[in-house]
């Protein structure tokens, strides 16, 4: 499984735009890139998952770089509750998910 | 969405007691389901895969005579955890690959905080 690496932690002014990145310089061909996000001592939430073309969803888009060596999840408006921690993934479909370290994601006012 | 239910949300015990800890998928089947620790401030660590009908997979470890896995039926997955010290404390989360999903998409439970005095 490719290892992704991903700022430890990003701040966002509420209703702008949050762009997180992650690096998986070593993704082979089948890995799909997932995002999940972890809000305060809740279980994780799905948010988007993408192989080669960018990706879109009621929750967030997801920029995949032509070469596929990182990404970006992208929060069009960000509120106070998407503060989360948000997981960038690199894994075969179908396998259990590994958890990096993740973007601790801080919204404020 | 699919849901998936983890029952108790919080348990504290004593230590030397054994606390299980059930996994169901609501509106779902699932083959497979995970089970993952949290430790506060870090990452979700994989403990095990669980099976449906088989034995659980359990990663480099995670003692499997320590934290026992039961999945019987295709919507319930249960962890018990054995002779539990407060080094166990922690937040156990699950989660449910439905069969019919979309690949990769897994459900998470709400997790469980377990507590040993």
């Known amino acids: 499984d490719a290892k992704t690496t991903q700022p430890p932690s990003m701040d966002c002014a509420e209703g702008r735009a949050a762009n997180l990145p992650c690096n998986h310089s070593?993704?082979?061909?089948?890995?799909?890139v997932y995002w999940y996000r972890q809000i305060h001592s809740q279980g994780p939430q799905y948010i988007i998952h993408g192989l080669k073309n960018n990706e879109t969803n009621e929750m967030a888009s997801l920029i995949i770089t032509e070469d596929r060596k990182s990404s970006t999840l992208i929060l069009p408006h960000a509120t106070l509750r998407d503060t989360a921690v948000y997981y960038c993934i690199a894994q075969n479909a179908g396998n259990m998910l590994t958890f990096g370290g993740g973007t601790r994601l801080m919204v404020k006012p | 969405g699919a849901v998936v239910s983890q029952h108790p949300s919080w348990v504290i015990c004593k230590s030397g007691t054994s606390v299980k800890i059930e996994c169901r998928s609501l509106?779902?089947?699932?083959?497979?389901m995970f089970w993952y620790r949290q430790f506060p401030k870090q990452s979700l660590m994989l403990m095990a895969t669980s099976n449906e009908g088989s034995k659980a997979t359990y990663e480099q470890g995670v003692e499997k005579d320590k934290f026992l896995i039961n999945h019987a039926s295709l919507t319930l997955s249960t962890l018990t955890v054995t002779s539990a010290h407060p080094e166990d404390s922690s937040f156990y989360i699950c989660?449910?690959?439905?069969?019919?999903?979309?690949?990769?998409?897994?459900?998470f439970g709400e997790g469980s905080r377990l507590t040993v005095l």
């Open positions: 070593t993704i082979s061909g089948n890995e799909y």
């Open positions: 509106d779902f089947q699932a083959t497979t």
């Open positions: 989660s449910a690959d439905r069969t019919s999903g979309k690949a990769g998409e897994l459900f």
